[in-house]
């Protein structure tokens, strides 16, 4: 790290207390002119830092920026060894670690960022990613499983996801088939995740998982598009659960994520999220038709073993449904 990541990684430990230029010039070994600069280059960057004379620098606690400190400090020690990036803004998390993954660089790494200009979803859709009010992740995996087998990324990504919003928020999270996570009885979080495959023996050469998180509204709102599905962990300031600040919940949720779903990926191929997965799924016991053409209508009975959603029809037949071919809708 230089000097300037060095100075804020020390001011997110102590967040609101006050530490002199002296102190920290110390613990650098390096001058306090140098802590001055690299104080100076982190307020342009926006970051809230007072400073005054025998009070040293203090970094607020109403600082919202994302930074790979500010996610750091809520990691689990265990997990320090991941990598992890953090960016103002990118055309997409996903698209950049697939050329990460092209480049060669080792599962592992995690790209973070505060906007996304060309957020993406499933089946082509285009993912709402202002900047300042959520949280967008990727991770690249290295997976020595089938391409099939990537189903259970997603649904371990869900999983992880409504257990955070739950531990940050304290507000209930359920999951709709196969990668939405609902709150407030709207959406506050996509999945997408996307892979490449070896044709000769259709292994997993690597897989990118992607989440999307809705921390607030957006200052103008929603698209109108949207406006009627999506909504925010946070409704109102100050609705937090064990977020220190309201501030600090999008590092607090960005690195839950890593310490949730991180464990499920080591061990995907046990299924230990499975029954965790079927009783946030709200669609069970619901009807339900899907949204491709002829639809299937039927009534949500289960998911199995293999990720798939369970329709029982009017004459008593069950089909299953992979979240590779289609989508649905309750009715």
């Keep these: 790290m230089n000097i300037k990541e060095q100075v804020?990684?020390?001011?997110?430990?102590?967040k609101g207390q006050s530490i002199s230029g002296n102190s920290l010039a110390q613990q650098l070994?390096?001058?306090?002119?140098a802590v001055w600069k690299a104080v100076k280059a982190l307020q342009e960057e926006g970051y809230a830092i007072s400073a005054g004379t025998n009070r040293g620098y203090c970094l607020d606690l109403d600082n919202d920026?994302?930074?790979?400190?500010?996610?750091?400090r809520y990691l689990l020690p265990e997990l320090a060894g991941l990598q992890l990036e953090v960016y103002k803004s990118l055309d997409s998390t996903n698209t950049r670690v697939k050329e990460y993954a092209a480049q060669g660089k080792p599962e592992g790494l995690i790209v973070v960022a505060e906007?996304?200009?060309?957020?993406?979803?499933?089946?082509?859709r285009?993912?709402?990613?202002?900047?300042g009010s959520g949280v967008y992740i990727s991770f690249l995996f290295r997976p020595r499983f089938t391409a099939q087998e990537s189903l259970f990324l997603t649904t371990a990504a869900a999983v992880a996801a409504a257990e955070t919003i739950e531990e940050v928020s304290g507000n209930r999270a359920d999951i709709k088939w196969v990668n939405d996570v609902f709150c407030h009885g709207k959406k506050v979080c996509g999945i997408l995740?996307?892979?490449?495959?070896?044709?000769?023996?259709?292994m997993l050469e690597y897989a990118v998982t992607g989440i999307g998180f809705n921390v607030r509204e957006p200052e103008h709102g929603f698209p109108e598009e949207i406006r009627d599905v999506a909504g925010a962990i946070f409704l109102h300031e100050g609705d937090h659960g064990l977020a220190a600040t309201d501030c600090e919940a999008r590092s607090r949720i960005a690195a839950g994520m890593i310490n949730h779903f991180w464990p499920y990926y080591q061990h995907l191929t046990e299924r230990t999220y499975m029954e965790e997965y079927k009783r946030r799924s709200f669609l069970l016991g619901k009807e339900v038709r899907t949204l491709s053409e002829p639809p299937i209508i039927g009534r949500a009975v289960d998911v199995d073993e293999e990720g798939h959603l369970i329709l029982e029809?009017?004459?008593g037949s069950r089909v299953a449904l992979s979240s590779g071919e289609v989508s649905v809708r309750s009715l």
């Design 126 to 131: 285009s993912f709402y990613s202002p900047s």
């Design 65 to 72: 920026i994302l930074s790979v400190q500010s996610i750091s």
């Design 115 to 124: 906007e996304q200009t060309a957020g993406r979803g499933r089946m082509g």
């Design 313 to 315: 029809q009017k004459d």
């Design 8 to 14: 804020l990684e020390l001011l997110e430990q102590e």
């Design 193 to 202: 995740t996307e892979a490449s495959v070896n044709v000769e023996n259709s």
């Design 29 to 33: 070994g390096v001058s306090r002119n």
